[in-house]
C-alpha cells in the first residue's frame, strides 16, 4: 500500500483545513488508517484513528475539533480540522495497518506512511 497525503497549508487560528489521504491497494477497506502529526523538535504524537469497522478515537486534543472518515471506494482518508489552534502546527502523516487490534497510538505499529504534509496556523 502506498500512502499520499495532502491538503495542509497556511491558515489562522480558527480557521478549518481538511487534510486528505490517497491509499493504494485493492484491501484497504480491512486497513486501520491513522493521523499523526510532528511538531518542530517534538516526537510524532497520535492524532486519530479509524478502523475498518469505522470505529473511531481521537487523541484528547483533537476531539471536538477534528473529524477522520474513510471512504473506501474511493480509498480515502480525510481529517477535517476545525478551529485550528497554532499548537496544531505540524507536519501531518497518514498511515495504515494490517492488523485491527494493537496500540493503535503507537507509531511502532504502521506498516505504511505517507510523506507528510505541512499545516501552519499562525495566531
Known amino acids: 500500500v502506498q500512502l499520499q497525503a495532502s491538503g495542509g497549508g497556511l491558515v489562522q487560528a480558527g480557521d478549518s483545513l481538511r487534510l486528505s489521504c490517497a491509499a493504494s491497494?485493492?484491501?484497504?477497506?480491512?486497513?486501520?488508517m491513522t493521523w499523526f502529526r510532528q511538531a518542530p523538535g517534538k516526537e510524532r504524537e497520535f492524532v486519530a484513528v479509524i478502523w475498518s469497522d469505522f470505529s473511531k478515537r481521537y487523541a484528547d486534543s483533537a476531539k471536538g475539533r477534528f473529524t477522520i472518515s474513510r471512504d473506501n471506494v474511493k480509498n480515502m482518508v480525510y481529517l477535517q480540522m476545525n478551529n485550528l489552534k497554532p499548537e496544531d502546527t505540524a507536519v501531518y502523516y497518514c498511515?495504515?495497518?494490517?492488523?485491527?487490534?494493537?496500540?493503535?497510538?503507537?507509531?511502532?505499529?504502521?506498516?505504511?506512511w505517507g510523506q507528510g504534509t505541512q499545516v501552519t496556523v499562525s495566531s
Open positions: 498511515a495504515g495497518k494490517r492488523n485491527y487490534s494493537g496500540r493503535y497510538y503507537s507509531i511502532s505499529e504502521y506498516d505504511y
Open positions: 491497494g485493492r484491501t484497504f477497506s480491512t486497513y486501520t
